[in-house]
C-alpha cells in the first residue's frame, strides 16, 4: 500500500467514564489519529442498582461514526466482563448491569463451594475479582431477566450486534469472563457446566482481525455512509488493543502499564502461568492480540484520583498535580490496590482513614492526598512488575506506559523512579491505535504485531523517563504497603 492509498477507520474505543469515536489514517509510514466525537459516560443508580446507559452511549457511537467521515471499517473496543442480555427477537432485556454493582457480593464463595479457588484459576487462569463475568452470571441465576435471554453479548460486541445484525463475541475480551480455557482458546464446558452456566447463550467467538458484519442500512442512513462499511473484530478488551499498541522494539524485554481508569500491569507471554504462586499473587491471564497472553494484575489505578476530583468537584487536574508535585515524598502512602477503594464514594476520606489505620501520617489537603495517591500508584506498580518478573521468569529492562497516564509526567517519574527502571510514556491514545491497527492488518496493510509497534514507535510522540531519587526510600516505603492480608480465596 502505498502513502497515497492509505486507509481511514473508525475506533470506537468505550471507557468507564467516557466513549470516544477515533478516525485513524494508517499507511506503511503514516499514522494519524483524530478524535471525531467524545461523549460521557454515566452510569445511573436505580432502585434495583448500578446499570449502565446503554443505550446513551450507543447513541454517541452513532453520533461519532458520523462525524468521523467516511471510513473503510469500523471497530469497537470497551472496558472487559459487562453484558448485555437479549430476548428470542434480539431485543435488549434491560440496561446491562455495571461492575460496581454489589449483586456479587457473597457470590464468589458460592463458586468455591463447587469449584475450589485453586481448581478455577488452574483451568481459566484469571485472577480473583468480585466483577468477573462468572460471578455476575451466578449471581443472576434465578433472575426473570436471565431465564429470558437467548443470547447474551459483551458490551462491544452488543454495538457490534446493533451496528450489524451480526452476533459474535471476540477472543481477547471472552478471556476475561472466566469461562474461557487459555491454552485452547475456546469456552471451558466443564466448568460452566459445574457451575450451571449456559454456554448456548454465547455467541461463536471471532479473533482479532475477523469480520464482524457490515453496517446496517438504516445505520449507514444515521452515520451519513454512502456504502457498505464493515465492522472488524478488533482486540475488543480495551487493555488487549492498548498492548497491541506499545511500542516496543522488535526484541526489546518489556513490562506494560496501561494507565487509567484501572492500571494493567505485566508481562507479554506466549504461554499463560497457573502456578498456585500465581494464583497467590492475583494474577491474570488473558488472551491478546496473535495468540500472545497478557499476564497483569489490575490496580484500582487513577480511579483513585478521578473519584478525589469528583468529591472535591474540580475538573482540572492540572494545578492539583502541580501541588502534589511540591509536596514530600513518600510521606502518605497506602496500599492501592486495597478493596476498600473499589466502590464510589467519598475517596479522600477512605484514603485518610486507610493511613490512619497504619498508624501513619494522614494527609488533608487535596495536594497531600494527591500525592498519596501518586506515590501509592507508583508503589503497587512497582510490586505489580517485580512480581511478574518473577512470576514468569522474565525479566523486563524498560517499562511502556500506555494510555491516559502517559500524559501524567509525575506519575510517570514516580513509577520510573519506584521500579529502578526507565519508563517510556506514550501512547496516550493506546486503545484507539491498536484498535485502527488490527483493522488495518485485517485491510491490507502488511506486517506482524512487531512491525505496527515500530510503526507506533515512528510516528507517535513518546516520552522516556530515567529513574532517579534514592531508591532505599522506596524500598522502606514498599515494605510499609505491603499487603498483609490474605487473598479472598
Known amino acids: 500500500m502505498s502513502a497515497a492509498g492509505a486507509k481511514t477507520f473508525a475506533a470506537v474505543d468505550l471507557g468507564a467514564s467516557s466513549g470516544r469515536v477515533m478516525a485513524g489514517r494508517v499507511g506503511p509510514d503514516t499514522l494519524r489519529l ?34 468521523a467521515g467516511p471510513v473503510d471499517s469500523v471497530g469497537i473496543d470497551s472496558w472487559a466482563v459487562d453484558y448485555g442480555l437479549l ?14 454493582d454489589r449483586r456479587t457480593e457473597g457470590v464468589p464463595e458460592r463458586v468455591w463451594a463447587t469449584v475450589p479457588p485453586d481448581d ?4 481459566t487462569g484469571i485472577q480473583y475479582a468480585p466483577f468477573n463475568t462468572l460471578y455476575q452470571l451466578v449471581a443472576a441465576q434465578g433472575t426473570p431477566q436471565l431465564a429470558s435471554a437467548r443470547r ?67 445505520v449507514q442512513e444515521r452515520t451519513g455512509r454512502p456504502g457498505p462499511v464493515p465492522v472488524t473484530a478488533v482486540g475488543s478488551h480495551d487493555t488487549a488493543s492498548a498492548v497491541a499498541a506499545v511500542p516496543a522494539g522488535r526484541g526489546e524485554r518489556f513490562a506494560y502499564l496501561c494507565t487509567g481508569t484501572w492500571s494493567l500491569v505485566g508481562l507479554e507471554l506466549d504461554a499463560p502461568v497457573t502456578t498456585g504462586a500465581s494464583r497467590a499473587a492475583n494474577f491474570t491471564n488473558e488472551l491478546g492480540i496473535d495468540g500472545t497472553v497478557r499476564f497483569l494484575r489490575n490496580i484500582m489505578g487513577l480511579w483513585l484520583l478521578q473519584e478525589c476530583m469528583r468529591t472535591w468537584e474540580v475538573t482540572d487536574v492540572t494545578p492539583v498535580l502541580a501541588e502534589a508535585a511540591r509536596m514530600p515524598a ?33 494527609p488533608h489537603s487535596r495536594a497531600e492526598i494527591t500525592r ?83 510503526l507506533i514507535a515512528r510516528t507517535q510522540p513518546l516520552t522516556r523517563y530515567e529513574p532517579s531519587g534514592d531508591p532505599t526510600a522506596w524500598e522502606a516505603a514498599a515494605r510499609r504497603t505491603e499487603d498483609t492480608r490474605p487473598l479472598s480465596a
Not at 396 to 411: E, F, I
Open 34 to 67: 483524530t478524535e471525531a466525537h467524545r461523549f460521557p459516560n454515566r452510569p445511573v443508580h436505580l432502585p434495583e442498582g448500578l446499570r449502565w446507559d446503554i443505550l446513551g452511549l450507543y447513541g454517541g457511537v452513532l453520533d461519532g461514526l458520523r462525524a
Open 87 to 100: 430476548a428470542a427477537d434480539g431485543s435488549l432485556l434491560g440496561n446491562p448491569v455495571h461492575y460496581r
Open 120 to 123: 478455577l484459576y488452574r483451568v
Open 152 to 218: 447474551l453479548l459483551l458490551i462491544p460486541d452488543l454495538i457490534a450486534y446493533w451496528l450489524t445484525g451480526e452476533q459474535g463475541t471476540e477472543l481477547t475480551n471472552a478471556s476475561t469472563t472466566q469461562l474461557i480455557d487459555p491454552r485452547t482458546g475456546d469456552w471451558n464446558r466443564p466448568l460452566a457446566d459445574r457451575l450451571g452456566i449456559d454456554l448456548a447463550l454465547l455467541a461463536p467467538l471471532r479473533r482479532p482481525g475477523d469480520p464482524a458484519g457490515t453496517l446496517l442500512p438504516a
Open 330 to 362: 513518600l510521606r502518605y502512602v497506602v496500599d492501592a490496590a486495597a478493596p476498600e477503594f473499589l466502590a464510589p464514594g467519598d475517596m479522600p476520606g477512605r484514603i485518610a482513614a486507610a493511613c490512619r489505620a497504619t498508624g501513619g501520617p494522614v
Open 372 to 454: 498519596c495517591v501518586l506515590d501509592s500508584l507508583a508503589l503497587a506498580h512497582r510490586r505489580a512488575i517485580r512480581e511478574a518478573q518473577h512470576l514468569a521468569d522474565r525479566e523486563a529492562d524498560v517499562v511502556h506506559l500506555v494510555g491516559g497516564g502517559a500524559r501524567n509526567a509525575l506519575l510517570c517519574q514516580l513509577t520510573a523512579d519506584a521500579c529502578g527502571v526507565p519508563v517510556v510514556a506514550g501512547p496516550a491514545e493506546a486503545a484507539a491505535l491498536g484498535n485502527v491497527l488490527v483493522q488495518a492488518r485485517a485491510h491490507g496493510l502488511p506486517g506482524d504485531l512487531a512491525s505496527t509497534r515500530e
